[in-house]
């Protein structure tokens, strides 16, 4: 099993619709959760910190689950602008090592 | 420049060559991560840095790979006698302290043909 699980998808969805993408991992340890966008041969790129708490930031909302060890993506309104691979990413921070685990990745297209 | 640099872009080696690929982090950054990142995947660990000491090397595929960051700032990832799976685009990483993003390069994508 892998330490950091997606959905590959591909999601096609219409712009204006609401996404939502799931992450699981293993290791209950770990400290720091990002999602991560890649653009097609680009580097990733931070989207956005998901906190315990839950955080939004404009069309999207992150949410950490620690006890069932999974991790949500929402996006609301799509725009066209979204089509993106949506990575997440575990940063398992153990003692003195920082190993930051990305999952494969889940790619979504908007179409018009 | 303020980001991650790495050379060269692109690579193209003969099978059994052997390649060094180069990562200037950002100034101050402790932490350097090497990744793997095949067409269609996700990055795949291979190496962590802090400072100068090789904290994590379970990533790295097989003894041909070696990564090294002798003054604790620029990396270099030594691929020894290049084979065809080893083509893939090789990003590099850095970051401040624990639990905090990472910020990546543009990657070194290489082919071995």
């Known amino acids: 099993r892998k330490e950091v699980e997606q959905d590959p998808g591909p999601f096609n969805v219409p712009e204006g619709a609401t996404v939502a993408f799931n992450c699981t991992y293993s290791n209950s340890a770990s400290q720091s959760f990002f999602w991560y966008r890649q653009d097609c041969r680009k580097e990733p790129k931070l989207l956005m910190s998901v906190y315990s708490s839950g955080n939004e930031d404009g069309r999207f909302t992150a949410q950490l689950n620690r006890a069932s060890q999974y991790i949500s993506l929402l996006i609301r309104d799509s725009k066209l602008s979204d089509s993106a691979t949506y990575l997440c990413?575990?940063?398992?921070?153990?003692?003195?090592?920082?190993?930051?685990?990305f999952g494969s990745g889940t790619r979504l297209s908007i179409r018009p | 420049g303020a980001g991650v640099s790495q050379s060269p872009r692109y690579k193209v080696a003969k099978r059994g060559q052997d390649v060094a690929l180069r990562c200037d982090p950002i100034?101050?950054?402790?932490?350097l991560f090497w990744y793997q990142q095949a067409l269609g995947q996700g990055p795949e660990f291979l190496t962590y840095f802090q400072n100068e000491a090789q904290l994590d090397k379970s990533g790295l595929p097989s003894d041909r790979f070696f990564a090294e960051r002798p003054e604790g700032s620029v990396s270099t990832l030594k691929i020894q006698r290049t084979q065809q799976e080893d083509s893939a685009v090789y990003l590099c990483a850095s970051g401040g302290t624990e639990n905090t993003e990472a910020f990546f390069g543009q990657g070194t994508r290489l082919t071995v043909v």
């Open positions: 990413v575990v940063n398992k921070g153990y003692s003195s090592a920082s190993k930051i685990i």
């Open positions: 100034s101050g950054h402790v932490s």
